[in-house]
């Protein structure tokens, strides 16, 4: 199996990660759907950093304390702030809206980092990046359903998960401008399983064997998700890759129509499809100022 894995050219190999990384990140939140709802989301977060802390560990050991070497520790802080907080709001979210509705907003994160780039790192955003942003949170607008005058707070919740992934995102930019990648995780992982192990501890019950089972599943499958991502990105550039990540929208609807008996509303598909469409066409944008910038790009 190896072997026929290994045959196949990188980019078909990175679509087969994606394909895992839509898998693993929809099986990780469909798994924190089926906990009991006394079941804290905090006792959740600290399982999944606990993984994120159990695969730092091997690379801690073999560098040593070259590892902790940093001159940028409130910025280390900040990332992992960001990094909580968007794993916290994330599961909440997941686990009080329709998991299709759910997958469709998260693509909505895109738009949030181009627009921190552009204050934070100077970046440039043109009148169609803007014009591309307003138009995907239309789809936002679209699938929340206004006229129904109910305020969804697990929605708004998802987009402050998104906030705090697009910030994650733009610390790490900073940080890599002078830190190691081994660096990095090593901070945030360590760091991430001692707050949240501290927020956990005033909420925590024994969990049974069910909600134990599920508990692991879901810090299982979320680290699966995270090495998926990086293994694709690692054999595919993420011009290619990006768009694939409407998978995880794809497979989100027949799980939640089948696993939660979860009705597809006409509001969802209009506005993920408008996401979509504006999520592709942003990252049409970004490709052609990559090409027009390096002239190499251009080359097939």
């Not at 909580?84 to 909440?92: D, E, G, N, P």
Request: net charge positive; aromatic share 12%.
């Amino acid at each position: 199996m190896r072997n026929i894995f290994s045959s196949l050219s990188h980019h078909r190999q990175s679509v087969l990660w994606m394909l895992l990384w839509s898998l693993s990140i929809t099986t990780a939140v469909s798994f924190a759907k089926k906990l009991d709802s006394e079941t804290s989301g905090f006792i959740l977060v600290f399982l999944r950093c606990s993984f994120g802390f159990m695969f730092t560990l091997p690379f801690v050991f073999s560098s040593g304390l070259q590892t902790f070497k940093t001159k940028r520790h409130s910025l280390h802080l900040l990332r992992v702030f960001f990094y909580c907080t968007a794993l916290s709001c994330t599961y909440y979210a997941y686990r009080h809206l329709p998991i299709a509705e759910a997958s469709a907003i998260g693509l909505t994160e895109p738009f949030l980092t181009t627009l921190m780039a552009a204050f934070v790192l100077k970046d440039k955003v043109t009148l169609a990046k803007w014009l591309t942003i307003i138009g995907g949170y239309m789809g936002v607008l679209i699938i929340a359903n206004p006229m129904n005058f109910i305020v969804n707070h697990a929605l708004l919740v998802l987009l402050v998960a998104n906030f705090s992934a697009s910030s994650v995102l733009i610390c790490t930019k900073l940080l890599t401008k002078t830190e190691s990648t081994i660096t990095i995780l090593t901070y945030t992982n360590i760091v991430s399983v001692i707050i949240a192990g501290l927020v956990a501890i005033p909420y925590w019950s024994a969990p049974n064997n069910r909600e134990l089972a599920i508990l692991v599943c879901v810090g299982f499958f979320g680290i699966m998700s995270q090495l998926s991502y990086v293994r694709a990105l690692k054999l595919g550039n993420p011009s290619f890759l990006s768009p694939l990540e409407y998978m995880r929208f794809v497979i989100a609807i027949p799980v939640g129509y089948f696993v939660f008996k979860e009705a597809l509303t006409l509001h969802t598909i209009l506005g993920g499809g408008v996401i979509v469409l504006a999520t592709y066409w942003l990252n049409h944008l970004e490709n052609r100022e990559s090409s027009d910038q390096d002239p190499l790009l251009n080359r097939s």
